[in-house]
């Protein structure tokens, strides 16, 4: 079993900046990829950005290409998300997540909630 904690969310203002932790701990694996994803109020649940543990292989969506970087620290078997240039849309509850492939994370936190007002 992989337990992940996520950190850092909280009210800021459009043009502002967060940056979300991750703290995973328990049956991790350098084999594994993790991954942030978020929920707005009556919306599915979107993919946000993804990297692969092993080298640090990153993906975006597009919506947040130029605007946020996810990175980790191997020492500290910890994710982040530095999100920049928020946007009122970006307003919702992120999750991260961890899973053998890029397809599928069988392990998720509890969420944090960013809200951006405008």
């Known amino acids: 079993q992989v337990q992940l904690g996520e950190s850092g969310g909280g009210l800021v203002q459009a043009g502002g900046s967060l940056r979300l932790s991750c703290a995973a701990s328990?049956?991790?694996?350098?084999?594994?990829?993790m991954g942030w994803f978020r929920q707005a109020p009556g919306k599915d649940r979107e993919f946000v950005a993804r990297i692969r543990w092993r080298d640090g292989l990153t993906y975006y969506a597009d919506f947040v290409k130029g605007r946020f970087t996810i990175s980790r620290d191997i020492a500290k078997n910890t994710m982040y998300l530095q999100m920049n240039s928020l946007k009122p849309e970006d307003t919702a509850v992120y999750y991260c997540?961890?899973?053998?492939?890029?397809?599928?994370?069988?392990?998720w936190g509890q969420g944090a909630q960013v809200t951006v007002s405008s």
């Open positions: 997540a961890a899973g053998a492939s890029t397809q599928v994370y069988e392990y």
């Open positions: 328990g049956r991790t694996s350098s084999r594994y990829t």
